[in-house]
């Protein structure tokens, strides 16, 4: 905090300096009647965030403080500019009435927002959750945990550091907790890619994190919920829990079960695959991500939910089916899938309405909000339950409609309450007989006032006589100055404007005191009402989270049959098998952007692990290899997904895992290069595949001289086919024809080209693919589409046909079949080379998933300096 002039503290900023004391890290609301305002420090960054005055306070003979403050209620305004600011900030109200207090008002915080726990819907996206996460980083293991306060998602993991890694990448957390010790390793590890905090040592261990969550969920154990025996996971879980404490969130019964994130349930995805896939996220800016095609969800839950299908692809065959096969009715009858459609629009949110009931900040509209939705679910369970299949009665067996609760609601609640309970009018007539005689008192009084300024009006012959009423003297007469003369002598003036004056009478303050307070009484009785009502809503969180999800669950296949009709996507076979058949497949992103004149050309791609494993991709640039590359996983990961996919037909033999390396991602902020990047990812898939792995690899080794790509994509594609155990199919393309020579020799290697038509030295684009390899790369005809100057144009043929000459002479491709094949790599190792020997032993020792790219220059440098 800044440094103020202290000369003696007044006892509020001794009070706000004792709070700010406790949590130093947090800019502190600070209510000071009906302002919040901040301090020092505090003032400077909000003024600077929320674009406020900021002033100087001298306080009497007290310090002069920097200050900044806005009306209380500008809170929900101003509340997530700060937190989406990275802010974190307490909320210091006051605790106790003002009028009535003794010295300085009692302040506390209430609450303390962080960007990975809010519940404020100004902060909170509708499609995305908004996850806090813990990290626990243990040698080579770690564990995380992973929790949506605003939905009450709690997830645990643990596992090697590309593992926790990827799931970071997937949940895109905005908060992550990790240990105050540990800062050095998450920093190496994390880097500043999410905004943290860090909590003391003594919270990271396993008995604190058991504990936690035993005394949590009420459990002896955590066996029920199949994590007993993830320690790691535990103390993050444990981290999270600590950290709702630490943040005032005390009511947090809607967080009632936690699960694990089931690593071998999903298709392992690395963290380059999804960021190139661009499955959530647009690699640049104006791209469109594969979940903004798919996503056609009406509700905000199925949004979030089909984010997480898209990241977590499934690998169980039985699933993935179930999924497809509801999809398929759906597509079939499609008048069902409209009528659930017409219900499924008018539900709002339940799943975090039915949170803020737990923590306490359901407001009247909102409680409104949950009943129509359940009522809207009860057709839909209706018309679910009639329908002759199995899996769809078990989604309509898992909807609770709560009807005992519905009807209270509607019993109880009027229509359109106000947001604010204080406002009134929230609690229907007939329900509360106390509160029905009340209002009469109210509105009879009322309509009384009216009768008295009618009748003063006639009796004392001023027409314009009005009556008002202000907090200060209550209901008054005012009487335009025109007719102050002709003003009665027992009325008492009170006050006086320009044009008029006020007057109040007996009479007056009698029916006020009555009306004042029928009132107030009418306040408390419907705000008890409320609450009694959202005590009774709280007996229902656990089955409304699970109509919640099960309509999620719904809305996201409905989006998928949806898709299917809409774009023509065919439903895939899912098989044990190990081939993948892709009949005219398209790309699902691209297609959407073409024009129906100018559509996308689909292609047959075929891959098993007997005939062709590996396909070789030659063509020009622009041709669409890459394309080719991406709607070949795009297709098998939508399958995976339960979704229809863009192809006449496809065959799917599970695959378990998809690599990618795809396109240039340069990383030069953090000091690596596109080739060492390229050169990391390649070697994290060379040693992760098995037999049901997917590979893309696309113009591996382009990052660096001609011999050396060449000889890097050479051996990549040898390694992969002769791999003992793992037959990954493979998609590799390539702008170096010399590649095609390998199919030469290796039986599951088989060539392809994106075929172009060369007219009046223009190339034409077919994007076809077809079998054989290709001559030419084009990209000098490219260059020219480009708008490259017809000089450099020209130029380049020449150099070119000169180079080619000398190529026909040198026959690169002839040298390189000259080296021994197959276990090119131990026979550098099998010499008995000391030196050698040593190498060998170094090489052992490296765990190349563990290493970031700057250990493993450094380990270069290492191993370099060893040969010399
Ligand atoms: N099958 C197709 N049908 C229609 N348009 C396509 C097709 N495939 C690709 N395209 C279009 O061509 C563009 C270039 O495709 P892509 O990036 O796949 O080419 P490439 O061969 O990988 O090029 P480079 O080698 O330069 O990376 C795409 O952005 C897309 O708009």
Known sequence: MAKTKTKKETPMMKQFNAIKAKHPTAMLLFRVGDFYETFGDDAITASKILDIVLTKRSNGSASETALAGFPHHSLDTYLPKLVKAGQRVAIVDQLEDPKTAKGVVKRGITELVTPGVSMNDNVLSVKQNNYLAAIHLHKKEMGISFLDISTGEFFV????QNYIDKLLQGFSPSEVLYCRTEQEQYNEIFGDTYPTFRQDDWVYTSEYGYDKLTSHFGTKNLKGFGIENLPLAIIAAGAILNYLELTEHHHIDHIHQISRIQEDKYVWLDKFTARSLELIFPQNEGGVPLIDIMDKCVTPMGARLLKKWTVLPLKDQKSI???????????????????????????????????????????PREIVFIKKALQHAAPIKDVLSKVDHQEIKSIADRINTCKVLVDRIEKEMQDNPPLNPAQGNIIRTGVNAELDELRTISHSGKDFLQKIQERESERTGIPSLKIGYNKVFGYYLEVRNTHKDKVPAEWIRKSTLVNAERYITEELKQYEEKILNAEGQISVIENKLFMDLVHAATEYISPIQQTAATLAKLDCLLSFATNAIEYDYVKPEITAEKALSIKQGRHPVIERQLSVDDPYVPNDVYLDTEEQQIMVITGPNMSGKSALLRQTALIVLMAQMGSFVPAQSATIGIVDKVFTRVGASDNLSKGESTFMVEMTETASILNNISDRSLILMDEIGRGTSTYDGVSIAWAIVEYLHNHKKARAKTLFATHYHELNELAEDFPRIKNFNVSVKEHQKKIIFLRKLKEGGSEHSFGIHVAQLAGMPQKVVRRSEEILEHLEQDKRKEKNTERIKEVPKDNYQLSIFDSVDPVAKKLKEEFEKVDV????????????????KLLS
């Open 321 to 363: 089916d179930a999924r497809l096969n509801v999809v398929h009715h759906f597509t079939e009858e499609e008048d069902t899938a409209d009528e659930i459609l017409s219900h499924l629009r008018q539900i709002t949110d339940i799943e975090r309405l039915i949170s803020k009931v737990a923590v306490g900040r359901v407001n």
């Open 849 to 864: 998933n563990t290493m970031t790219p700057i250990e493993a220059m450094l380990k270069l440098n290492e191993l370099k």
């Open 157 to 160: 993991a643990q596992g090697d």
